[in-house]
């Protein structure tokens, strides 16, 4: 959008025969909009799947066990198709290229809690709740990419239409990994629906 508000009113974006044209006014680096369009062929893909588990028991009145598990696991896949043009010395692409990257997300919780309530005399409540929390997040990536492609066509985007040499392909990666661990509490008393005193704690370790 930002390339066809500067660019020049009087351009046209092809020739009679149909082939991209460059701007005849501007030594710029305000390309030729449609033709950005046409030779960028990307895409991303994902597949996302949520779940949660819940179980909760009073073995008696007044105590009540929690506890809940939710999971978050997604797969992504980005697929590239960059062909070779030349509008000007400054609107270029010499060398085809591919590019495809694989991506994987899993990320779970795990929660427990166990609480204790008890209102006695009629105005005296007191309550105790204990709990703790597991988090654990990882990501993982794999990319290629391949240049000089036999086939400049986006129906033969693949790795395997690029060149055969190591200059001509390339391959890469990585992980990561967090977990977190929290310990937390609450203690509280009230009076006769008035008065109110309650301390919370909380405890982090991470890695």
């Known amino acids: 959008m930002v390339r066809a508000l500067n660019i020049d009113p009087v351009t046209s ?4 025969n149909g082939e991209f044209l460059p701007s005849q006014f501007l030594d710029t680096d305000i390309f030729n909009p449609v033709n950005q369009i046409d030779k960028i062929n990307d ?3 994902s597949d996302r799947m949520l779940g949660q588990l819940y179980a909760e028991v009073t073995p008696f009145e007044g105590l009540t066990a929690r506890s809940s598990f939710a999971t978050d ?3 992504g896949i980005f697929d590239g198709y960059f062909p070779t043009y030349f509008l000007s010395i400054n609107d270029q692409r010499p060398v085809s290229q591919v590019v495809k990257n694989l991506d994987r997300w899993r990320n779970w919780q795990w929660d427990n809690t166990i609480e204790y309530k008890k209102t006695f005399k009629d105005k005296h409540f007191a309550g105790i709740m204990v709990g703790s929390s597991l ?3 990882r990501y993982e990536n794999i990319t290629a990419n391949a240049i000089n492609l036999i086939f400049e066509d986006p129906r033969f985007a693949y790795l395997a239409n690029g060149g055969t040499t190591i200059e001509e392909s390339g391959a890469g990666g990585g992980i990561g ?3 977190l ?3 937390f509490g609450r203690v509280q008393y009230e009076f006769d629906e008035k008065f109110l005193l309650m301390s ?8």
């Not at 919370?200 to 890695?207: E, K, L, P, V």
């Open 13 to 16: 974006s092809r020739d009679e």
């Open 43 to 45: 895409r991303y893909r």
């Open 73 to 75: 696991i997604t797969h």
């Open 135 to 137: 988090i654990n997040n």
């Open 177 to 179: 990994e967090s977990s």
């Open 181 to 183: 661990v929290a310990l």
């Open 200 to 207: 919370n704690f909380r405890y982090d370790g991470s890695s």
